[in-house]
């Protein structure tokens, strides 16, 4: 049985010593500041799409501009994403994942605080492209990090622990946009984009962090010893190809639900909250301070949802195995888009009800972190969970698009938005019943070393 590397001390709470926790908690904070940098885009592209473009904030051309060019930014996110998984996770398995998180925390900080000082939409895409590549490679090194730290009998655990710092990590840029566009530069629409996003630079404190106190993978330096690293070719050799191909179903489809979902969440918060403003006959800073606080509520329910649900892969994973408990998921996640987006609500409980789909549609990715480790020896971990996590991202970049292209051309309003969303709730209900197929049970197998 592993334990990972150890600094004197004995196990503690759950059966980890004083460094598994520095472990998780680097991994837990890298992910959780990697969904922070990635999202605080969702929060301000209802004003830095029309300020960029030079058109009239809220008026109908904004609003199908905003729609259409938030599905096209997203997408591009997924695609640079998926590179920077593959790349890194590559990188990761050759130098060490040590070196690799520090490079990748840096790079999706600056990138995203670049954002800031742009002055054209070319611009913020080509900064929104190199905060992905960060973005992508940082997860497949933390969760090989911390699955080859902690003892076997606590993988699982640890591994949900890590996933945890997303929803947070979201809950985190809701509450920045919050207190940047809706207390501390309200009526300023124009400038509080660019602030928002300078908000991002905040993990380059963790980068540092990470630096100092952590330590290289035991794992990795031992297998480093035994044998140089393989290359990507063997994820499709024929002992690996079952692994590699269900590894990617499985995250392809929870990333495109989740972004279907997410990339439009804020979006869907602001747009319900104009109507309210315009019944309500409010002041133009009384209406942003309005979409701002329903904003950050229709994201919080969404990520807190997503934080409960979370925790539920410990106890379906131990008792009923990998592959149902993503069928149980995924059926669930199905359930809750067709009852939010399908049933007639008041905009308010619309907004809360999504707390149930992220419980199932984020909840789903507190697997990812124990599971996709399971799949890959050593030489190839970081590799393997970077390219199944993060190249079901260029399949998932289809989601936002689709999603924003029919919305604007149905004229980017509320209830448009409503009912793409509710036809999304196909995605993961088609996969229950695939993946009985496509995904491989790794309930009982030791890592592989």
Not at 253 to 259: G, K, P, Q, S, Y
Request: one cysteine or more.
């Amino acid at each position: 049985m592993q334990t990972g590397p150890l600094t004197g001390s004995q196990a503690t709470f759950l059966g980890l010593s004083g460094y598994h926790w520095v472990v998780i908690a680097a991994g837990w904070a890298g992910w959780g500041f990697d969904v922070y940098d990635a999202v605080l885009f969702n929060f301000v592209a209802r004003n830095c799409i029309p300020a960029l473009l030079h058109l009239p904030p809220d008026s109908p051309g904004a609003r199908s501009a905003v729609v259409f060019w938030n599905g096209v930014i997203t997408s591009v996110l997924l695609v640079s994403w998926a590179l920077g998984g593959f790349v890194f996770g590559w990188i990761a398995d050759r130098v060490g994942r040590k070196r690799a998180l520090f490079a990748t925390i840096a790079l999706y900080a600056l990138g995203t605080g670049a954002c800031a000082l742009v002055g054209n939409l070319g611009q913020l895409i080509l900064c929104r492209a190199v905060a992905a590549l960060g973005i992508g490679g940082e997860w497949g090194i933390g969760a090989s990090l911390v699955a080859e730290a902690v003892p076997e009998s606590r993988r699982v655990e640890a591994g949900v622990i890590m996933q945890t710092g997303s929803p947070l990590g979201v809950v985190l840029a809701g509450g920045a946009n919050y207190l940047i566009a809706g207390v501390w530069f309200a009526g300023q629409p124009q400038l509080a984009w660019r602030y928002v996003f300078l908000a991002g630079l905040l993990p380059v404190v963790l980068a540092l962090l990470v630096r100092i106190f952590l330590r290289e993978s035991e794992q990795w330096r031992a297998s480093r010893a035994r044998s140089a690293p393989s290359g990507p070719r063997e994820l499709f050799a024929p002992g690996m190809r079952a692994a590699t191909l269900g590894g990617l179903f499985a995250a392809a489809v929870a990333i495109l639900c989740w972004w279907g979902c997410n990339a439009f969440v804020p979006l869907l918060g602001g747009s319900l909250s104009a109507h309210e403003a315009q019944r309500l006959g409010l002041s133009p800073r009384e209406a942003q301070a309005l979409a701002a606080a329903w904003q950050a509520h229709a994201s919080n329910a969404f990520n807190l949802g997503g934080l409960i649900g979370t925790f539920g892969a410990i106890p379906l994973a131990r008792k009923l195995g990998r592959r149902p408990m993503f069928i149980v998921y995924f059926l669930y996640s199905a359930l809750a888009l067709f009852a939010t987006f399908g049933l007639e609500l008041a905009p308010s409980t619309r907004l809360t009800l999504l707390s149930l789909v992220g419980a199932g549609v984020y909840g789903i990715f507190g697997a990812f972190t124990f599971y996709l480790p399971e799949l890959f020896p050593v030489r190839i971990r970081a590799t393997g969970a970077g390219f199944c996590y993060n190249a079901g991202r260029v399949l998932a970049a289809l989601g936002p698009l689709i999603i924003g292209w029919v919305t604007s051309a149905a004229g980017g309003s509320s209830t448009a938005l409503t009912q793409v969303l509710f036809w999304l709730g196909v995605v993961p209900l088609a996969a229950a019943l695939l993946s009985y197929f496509v995904v491989v049970e790794t309930r009982g197998r030791a890592l592989p070393a």
